[in-house]
């Protein structure tokens, strides 16, 4: 079930930060307002330099973390968000270039149910490691290997297999629980972000712009399924006015994209310049780190009848509210009154048939 949506609110749409600084660390000054048509744009936290961004089941929000403007593999503590907004360091102890975030919602990968793993260097050069943070703070390795290099995006599949990219390796290693990650598939230069598609697809997205699409077994389906002007993140969207395809965020043009599954590229939004991660939100929201300015931003809309993102409102959605009923989800809470009832039945048979845009 999804959690309910924070009340927590701040100025729509935010301004532009005029921060003139210097290009050589990585900062791009917006040049226009921060804008998604028919969304809301907000600043949701302000952790320190957050980098990759990952959700665990309750809602909670987990940052990376690299406070060097041209990276580092210093120690340092990932970022715990509440779901109204506030940040605190999460671990017991520093750990080297926590630049990357998941959280094992089942245990299966770490064998610790909701422990964050964390993967990054461990020295630079050097090897890289997937590290756990327990529940309760403490922290351990789970896996370490030279050949893993500078690990970036981690994932957990369905099969809950944990998945990273190596930016130095040029490549995605794969372990069922219990194993070490292997060898997997190779990738453009420097992948930095790894999204798992709803049917097993890996995509993969490189510090060049290269998106490339693979087979859950690694079977290459297509090398050059989209390209960017430079790094862009990617993630696929879970409903909340975003449908269910892949978003794409272009860090030095600012433009969100949503890609069709052609890989043709649609415009969404504006003013993103330096943002560094997209993850999706409890209720389908896409947030956004933007590390060298140390915020975290809201994208949402309000509550749509289609529940499931296909793109029309039908007996599926039906179901969805239906099993939700009497529940505070944010999802099918469509007029927002902190409950599903009969207002949102009614709300949805009304748009029932309609195309959702």
């Known amino acids: ?40 744009v907000e600043t949701f936290a302000t952790p320190p330099f957050p980098q990759l961004l990952a959700f665990g089941a309750d809602g909670v929000l987990y ?37 990357a ?68 390796g040029n490549a995605v290693f794969a372990g069922d629980p219990g194993e070490m990650p292997s060898f997997l598939c190779a990738t453009a230069a420097s992948p930095i972000y790894l999204a798992i598609a709803p049917d097993g697809r890996i995509f993969t997205s490189s510090n060049s712009g ?36 892949l978003l794409a965020l272009e860090s030095n043009s600012g433009i969100l994209y949503s890609v069709s599954d052609e890989g043709t590229k649609t415009e969404i939004g504006t003013g993103f310049e330096g943002c560094d991660d997209l993850a999706i939100g409890p209720c389908g929201e896409v947030y956004l780190s933007c590390r060298l300015e140390g915020k975290v931003l809201r994208i949402s809309g309000p509550p749509t009848p289609d529940l ?29 009154d902190g409950v599903v009832d009969g207002a949102d039945l009614g709300a949805l048979l009304g748009a029932w048939g309609t195309p959702v845009c």
């Open 1 to 40: 079930m999804r959690q309910a949506r924070s009340s927590f609110r701040t100025s729509v749409p935010i301004p532009a930060l005029a921060a003139v600084t210097l290009a050589a660390l990585g900062l791009v000054e917006h040049a226009s307002a921060q804008s998604v048509p028919g969304f809301t």
């Open 308 to 336: 499931d993102g296909n793109g029309s409102v039908d007996g599926a959605d039906l179901g969805l509210l239906l099993g939700t009923w009497g529940s505070n989800d944010c999802a099918a809470d469509l007029n927002q």
């Open 210 to 245: 290269i998106v490339a699409v693979n087979a859950a077994d690694g079977t290459v389906i297509n090398s050059s399924f989209v390209l960017f002007q430079g790094r862009a993140s990617i993630e696929f969207a879970e409903g909340g006015g975003f449908g269910n395809g």
């Open 101 to 168: 975030v998941v959280v094992d919602t089942t245990g299966m990968v770490s064998g610790i149910a909701n422990a964050v793993l964390v993967g990054g260097l461990v020295t630079n050069p050097g090897p890289g490691r997937v590290s756990i943070i327990a529940p309760d703070g403490a922290v351990s390795t789970l896996v370490e290997a030279l050949e893993y290099g500078n690990i970036s995006e981690l994932k957990i599949d369905q099969d809950q297999r944990l998945l990273f990219v190596s930016v130095s």
């Open 63 to 99: 940052a990376g973390r690299d406070d060097n403007p041209g990276g580092s593999a210093d120690p340092t503590f990932v970022t715990r968000i509440t779901a109204d907004g506030v940040s605190l360091p999460f671990g017991l102890q520093a750990i080297a270039d926590p630049d």
